[in-house]
């Protein structure tokens, strides 16, 4: 027989360590809460413009989602492999390896090169599968406005890492959700523009902002995206060295501490 307090325990035990565990917290509230501003800035921008205005929209928002995995997808790499040797309890086993620092995050950022070359091959693949738009067109537009976002992934993977080699696993989905809490405000899918003032504020300044406008511009518009690409590249540059050298020295910090505080 089927006995309801064994399932009401089951019930409790999981709610009682849900309620504990920020990871569980940020998880069950941040997500849904992102999508609501993406899909809703969305919507409020199409309903705000007309029909002449959506030209060549489609290879837009293909060429938005595909931008916006080297920034989201790419940062999420970076986060991952460091995230892997914690999970597997090897952090302090690695590190003890006759590897430098700086040999390590060499590493992975080629990792990260090879990584997102084959999704973006899968999704450009994808693409050529499901949708009536020049492959080549939206090749060579990628190869102008993903190197500016290579640097601005860096920056707020690092940033990421620097939250996880300081407070450990324990901190995980907060490096997730910083790794696309600028995804709203970085115009990859809507213009800025549709958001509110104060938000406008933060994507003035984020890198990406600049590169998505500058992307939309030239597709929609022919506009010319240098302007934007050059900002972009500056402030991409600038953030990710002082994310690179903010992380050095908290790793350094927090291997002074002990690494293996970090899978507690």
Known sequence: MISMQSIWAVVIRHARMWRRDANALLGAFYWPFLDILIWGFLGSWLQQINAAQLQHYETTA????????????????LLNVFNEEIWSNNIVNFFSLP?????????????YIIMMALT?????LTIAAFYDVSIWHMLTTFSIFAPPLFFTSLWIGFTSLQIIVTWGK???ELGYVFCWFFMPFSGAYYPVEVLPSWAQKISC??????VFKGMRGYIMHQKDPTPYLIKGYLMG??????????FIYCFNRS???GLARLAD
């Open 170 to 172: 324990r901190s995980v």
């Open 237 to 246: 540059i600038l953030y990710a060295t002082c994310a690179i050298l903010l």
């Open 205 to 210: 300044l984020l890198p990406m902002s600049y």
């Open 120 to 124: 973006t091959l899968s999704c450009l």
């Open 99 to 111: 590897l430098q620092i700086i040999e390590w995050m060499c590493g992975i950022i080629i990792f």
């Open 255 to 257: 291997k002074r501490n």
């Open 62 to 77: 293909l060429l938005g989602v595909l931008l916006w995995q080297v920034v989201g997808r790419g940062s999420n790499i």
